[in-house]
């Protein structure tokens, strides 16, 4: 008798205690904020799938333990010597399989219910995940990304972050905030990417006494009226970050319904409602100017990665190389250890993610310039050195997060004393940093080089004269409109393999 036709004639013998599970937890027992553990794939010629599990179904229990995340089914494979039984949840069916010792041959993650809304609320469709967006940490990018398609406009996070120049972007807080990283804080590359799809837009923030909460919110469901969905930042408790405004519910509107990228939120493939008490900022997309060309975009992030390695403050914020040189000067000088608990954890916290997103967004600048490269042949192999500079760069710092390498890069919430971040640690990472801003130093040279012929500066006292294109940051002559020059748009039966993360 084949191994299906065991695990059959099994399950009719266990007919009576899964009918009794079945009984006792039914799906849509599970509270709304429960996690469960999900197949999203099965391997050809594993357990699972000769056992016939399949994509979608919600693994309960193995031999006996319950499991919700990844953790707790590696923890129960890990800990079982024999054949185990596993429950598993299809729909509104249960069923129990049984599984020798060894790897399922499945891919799982860790999901939410979804979130159910009132009969009448107001809801845009269609701003899904990709599965990508754990990579994607530029909440506002991202963001506008998604609006940005909704709307039709084929715009994605990695060509968004080279226009807007957010993937040349580096900047630090003179008393290490996190909102360094931010697109809308510091050198605002959230203007330059909104500029750079050609979007007409309204900025509106609430007042500190909240007196135009009620003002805001109708602009807000007007919008959703119009089919335009809302960028808004701090939509949820816990998350200042950008998201988006799919839509609405009750009377005037009064909860949010929204799409953000966050981890929590991700583990539901439809929307959430916002949980935040109300957004502190928001865009309101209402029209496009006539747009520039995608080139001539293109252009003008040359001049943006330039400007954004050369400006060495913006406000309280150190910018592109010198804020390197203070990062590196602060690791090696600041007394940490004279901080209080609150100080200590936030400045642990913006040294994370001023890291890991100098990490990922030399990474998104590298694939940028090598999308963008062949359009301009005269400097195509500057453009492809840059994008190596940028990739060495990225893939080095990233080797803090690589498990064989003893991490340095201390993580928010895992350390909580100075003991923890070490002297030692500190110093492996100022060694990555000065590699780092070789590798900036190298690009801008070469970014010197190429806007010398892409944006070339006026020479002293030659003015900017009617039909000649203004380089953002220059400025037209007083009293004479610059007409730029109409373009026409560029159209534009073997061993069975284990994929990594099967369990």
Known sequence: MNLAKKVLVFILLVGISGTAIAQRRKPNDISPHEPFLVVTGVVSGTQASELGLMEGDVIQSYDGRNVRSRDDLKLALESVEDSAEVIVARGDEIFSLMFAPGSMGVLVEQRLPE????????????????????????????????????????????????LSGSAFRFQMHYSWDKSAVLASSGYRCDLAALDAIGYEYRFLKLADDWSNEDSIRQEITQNINSRSPVLAFELMVDYPEWGIITGYQGTAGRNFIVRVFDTTSMKRSGYT????????????????????????TIVRSFALAQELLETERVEDYYGGVEALKYWIQALETWRFGELNEEDLLRTIEANYWMYIRLAEDRGYAAKYLERIAPQFPDVQEKLKAIAKAYK???????????????????????????????PEMRKREITKLRLARVHEEEALGFWTEINAIYNPKPEEGEEVVEGEEVVEGEEEVEGEEVVPEEETPEEEEEPVEIPEGTL
């Open 115 to 162: 979130v159910s809304f009132d009969p009448d609320a107001v809801i845009l469709e269609g701003i899904n995940y990709s599965g990508e967006e754990k990579q994607m940490h530029n909440s506002f990018i991202l963001s506008l990304s998604r609006v940005a398609n909704f709307l039709g406009d084929d715009f994605d996070y990695s060509m968004l972050m080279g």
């Open 392 to 422: 060495t760069e990225s893939d080095d710092l990233m080797l803090a997060f690589e498990i064989k390498t003893n991490e340095y890069i201390p993580r928010p919430g895992e350390v909580t004393t100075i003991a923890d971040w070490t």
């Open 273 to 296: 409602k916002a949980t935040g008490a109300f957004p502190s900022e928001v865009y309101l997309i209402e029209g496009r100017e006539i747009p520039p060309t995608k080139k001539e």
